[in-house]
């Protein structure tokens, strides 16, 4: 008897242990990150205020819980005897555990960043070699979200080296949101659903709305290029794993415009909302961007299907995103650089993916109508859409039933 008890014991500790680590993600995680904005030029201080920032704006009331710390928090070498990795102690004179204590007590959550390969790309240790040992120290820092590189990383296998770190997280034992960033390179959306929760799509964003920027040795990609290149992997996100197509570049500089179309399509996507702006310092607008409830429950629907661009034969797009009650997402997009009537038919289109095997068929039904951006009742599909539409605007509707 006692070793049938001894047995279930050991059963349903297993059991709620893998639990803890499967829900993590049943939709996409929301934060904010320091990269986009500061790369390397972080600190206590500005983790303490944007923390405080994230409170007092309502970013994390309307659900960016995660704080997450890029490149740059380490100093540049190990312990020389434990081989542990040190916070820089110029930049956080406390540690980190300290920083995430301060982080815990305004009820959000806390991430750091490290890389597979020998180095992370601004130049700090990396983890190879060190992947059990990082993760026992990541979990004493009680941290919650590990975005992970692949910078130095040759010659290494991306599965294996992202494997390793995922079973070293869960050694470690403290449920972190593992988040896989190799820029697509090795088709993660292929095999990462059971490593990690997110894993990156693509190179790294910009403040550049349709094209790409020059950064001198590299180019970074526009917020458009990364949306395109999620064309053909919809179908691998769900709930627990994430296409991640980056950061948000909202607040950076784009027209208000272009920052609510990247805002839309992100949410169609069912991205990760990682806010990289900085967020002590934001405008009402871009606050308003980022906080918009309509936006933000298309993106957490708990369906967790990934959105996409259906064929449209003028520059204006459309996307449409399936959502939980037979409620669908739809967002006009005027990709072009001047402004466009849109004219459009629900009741002679029915819109989708033979592929994907979604159809929004408003030939067939009619839906209500919310404009997500104004909050307000837009009639029903049984009208035709008549409308002007900016350069780089959009016009994202909700429909249900
Ligand atoms: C890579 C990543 C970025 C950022 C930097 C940090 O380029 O893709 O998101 O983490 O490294 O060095």
Redesign the pocket.
Known sequence: MKKICFALLILFSVKTFSQKFESLAPTPPMGWNS?NTF??KISEQLVMETADMMVSSGMKDAGYVYLVL???WMAMERDSKTGDLIADPKKFPHGMKAVADYVHSKGLKFGL?NCAGTK???GYPGTRGYEYQDARLYASFEIDFL?F???YAEGINAKEAYTTMSKALRAAGRPMIFSL?D?GSNKPWQWAANVGQMW?TT??ISNVFDGIKDMGTWKANGVMMNADSQDTIGQYAGPGHWNDP??LEIGNGMTMNEDRAHFSIWCIMAAPLIAGNDIRKMTKETNAILTNKNAIAIDQDTMGVEGFKVPNKDSVEVWIKPLSNDNWAICFFNRSSSQKQLQYSFKANAVGSAARKIQLQTNKNTYKILNVWTNKDAGTTAKDLNVPLASHDVLMLRLSK
Do not use: E, L
């Open positions: 990269w790369q390397t890029d490149d740059g960043y992370t790309c601004a975005k590189d692949w910078c960033c820029w990156r190179g790294d980056d950061m």
